[in-house]
């Protein structure tokens, strides 16, 4: 189809010139037969116009026996979903109130517990150990979490408190196994002063 719109580009002209040439022949040719007679009127050439370059051209039709070509459809490019923005997490309430204060139990007629001496006591039900050591009065769960069983036959050395199976126990180090950092005794909160002796079991 561009070469057909060229080519009729180039030959309107050409066919238009040709014309305007022959009737001028003519004219010239009557003024001379009949100078009497009036000129003929040169009829002025028809509008032409031209197509624009960048109009657009339609496909070229296709010769017999050939296969048509078709142009396929644009389609436009798949637009992206943003992705989903998460929902914020609703935050947990804040509060201000305080831990709660162990319970202290003021054990009556508790006596005194030279160095290197061990008492065993049910304090609400729950059995403990309170040993000497030096100049302080420690208290532990009367229970060895290595044997599972009391502490009521330990031996006392020093610091080093050892069961019955001979696990050892450092009380002045919160119950820490010297053999096994993962073995320890559980403590209990004890205040001693005065001679009164008061414990927190929670």
């Given amino acids: 189809m561009h070469g057909t719109a060229m080519m009729r580009r180039l030959y309107w002209p050409l ?4 014309c305007l ?20 009127a040169m009829p002025e050439p028809p ?3 031209v197509e624009p370059v ?6 070229p039709m296709p010769l017999p026996g050939e296969p048509e070509h078709r142009t396929p459809p644009r389609t436009r490019a798949p637009q ?6 998460p ?3 609703p935050e947990a309430p ?19 517990l030279e160095n290197g001496q061990m008492r065993a006591l049910d304090v609400a039900t729950i059995p403990v150990l309170f040993v000497k050591a030096g100049e302080n009065l420690y208290a532990y769960r009367n ?9 009521d036959l330990a031996v006392l050395d020093a610091k080093v408190l050892s069961c019955r199976s001979g696990h050892r126990f450092d009380v002045q180090r919160a119950g820490l196994s010297p053999d096994n950092p993962e073995l320890h005794l559980e403590p209990f909160p004890l205040l001693s002063a005065n001679g009164a002796v008061k414990i927190s079991v929670r």
């Fill in 54 to 59: 960048d109009a657009e051209v339609p496909a």
């Fill in 47 to 49: 509008p032409h116009d």
């Fill in 80 to 85: 992206r979903a943003e992705p989903a923005k």
């Fill in 87 to 89: 929902e914020p997490k």
């Fill in 21 to 40: 040439l022959v009737l001028s022949g003519c004219a010239h040719a009557h003024a001379k037969a009949a100078p009497d007679q009036p000129a003929l």
């Fill in 143 to 151: 229970f060895c979490p290595a044997c599972q069983s009391s502490l």
């Fill in 15 to 18: 066919a238009t010139g040709y």
């Fill in 94 to 112: 804040k509060t201000d109130a305080p831990a709660e204060a162990p319970k202290w139990m003021a054990l009556e007629n508790f006596g005194r």
